[in-house]
């Protein structure tokens, strides 16, 4: 990995990726598809978040799927462009995307919990970890119904299969990936250990999540 303090001729790349990153992980597609449809501003329905799992609390299953797609594919792309240029500069691209997702600028850096945007990034680096994390989402949602546990079950157990599948680089990078998430799950740890998290439905009247 580059030293951030190190010569610009040098890191250049490296910031550009981050930058580039953040641009791609910003775009509320959540937001976007929802106005589009007329559906009003997402952030006023249920949790007010962007992601996916909130965009489904407006009935619109197509534009729930639409965004988990579209929000996925940030993280395969930021990977993608960057394993162009080599697997450090896939990283920081990685970490831009994952960040612009949460915090994104355009709207007052009140962005989303980073799960659909992450699991792109592990596509991105290794089909089958981002396979492997698809499955354990679905097992841990199917058995306990609570879609903020599965997914940071998910992410917690990212770093643990990247340093069997990938290595240790990645597998560093992705334990960072899971305490964002983790971070951003805040809200519903407290919820889970009150016993007032909503667990998953597909009625408009699901609780926050």
Known sequence: MPDPLGSFDYTWP???SVILGYIVGSIPFGLILVRLAGQGDI???G???IGAT???RTGRKSLAGATLILDGGKGVLAVILGLQYGPDIAIFAAGGAMVGHCFPVWLGFKGGKGVATGIGVFIGFSVLLGLASVVIWLVVAAVFRYSSLAAMITFISAPILGMFLI???RAEFFGVVAMLVVLRHHQNILRLLRGEEGKISFSKS???S
Request: net charge positive; no cysteine.
């Open 14 to 16: 490296f910031y550009l």
């Open 43 to 45: 952030r006023s329905v």
């Open 47 to 49: 949790s007010g978040n």
């Open 54 to 56: 909130n965009v489904l």
């Open 167 to 169: 290595d240790q680089q």
């Open 206 to 208: 699901q609780k926050n």
